[in-house]
């Protein structure tokens, strides 16, 4: 019986000793684990820090972008706004130009004053200044200043001012001494037109 005690008595302590051995292991591999969970944190600590700058500096990027994007569709909408009023600016001057305008027309009347005989002088060839816009008529049918439109036979239309007479004029009323350099005096010499004073 004693040798039993013994045994158990010698068990117990085997096991007391077996324990004490494993809490010191535990104690030790809690140490351990404590030491290496502070370096793992040491360790990763930059590793983090960097990750949060970058993904800071990505933030800070897109909204940059953003705003670059915001800005350039003002930009384009103020465009297209300024276009299109120009657009309808052009159109209102295109629609004005194309409007009619009205034209305000001095209405001449004319008075038919008939058959008339031509005659032809060269002004210049007599001396005189007096150019070769006139006509020479007699003074009681045509004053001084009258302004006349002579239609020949064929369509040709003179546009004459009364400036001058002569003494044909007296024995002839119904003929006019026309004005015109000799070189384009008619190869008739003595012509016929309508003569219609203009008012």
Excluded: C, H
């Amino acid at each position: 019986m004693r040798k039993f005690w013994m045994s158990l008595i010698g068990l117990v302590l085997l096991l007391v000793n077996f324990t004490s051995k494993n809490a010191d292991a535990t104690i030790k591999n809690s140490n351990d684990n404590i030491v290496s969970m502070n370096l793992v944190r040491e360790t990763l600590k930059p590793q983090i820090m960097l990750q949060r700058f970058q993904d800071q500096q990505k933030i800070n990027y897109n909204n940059q972008k953003l705003k670059q994007i915001q800005a350039e569709e003002k930009r384009m909408t103020q465009q297209a706004a300024q276009e299109a009023a120009k657009k309808v600016q052009e159109q209102k001057q295109v629609t004005v130009s194309q409007a009619p305008t009205s034209q305000t027309t001095t209405a001449t009347t004319s008075t038919n004053k008939g058959t008339f005989k031509l005659s032809f002088y060269d002004p210049a060839a007599m001396g005189s200044n007096m150019g070769y816009g006139g006509v020479a008529a007699n003074l009681s049918i045509f004053p001084k200043g009258t302004r006349l439109k002579i239609t020949l036979s064929d369509g040709t239309v003179w546009y004459k001012v009364v400036n001058d007479t002569g003494s044909f004029a007296a024995s002839n009323p119904r003929q006019l001494d026309v004005a015109m350099p000799n070189n384009q005096v008619p190869a008739a010499g003595i012509l016929y037109a309508t003569v219609e004073v203009l008012g």
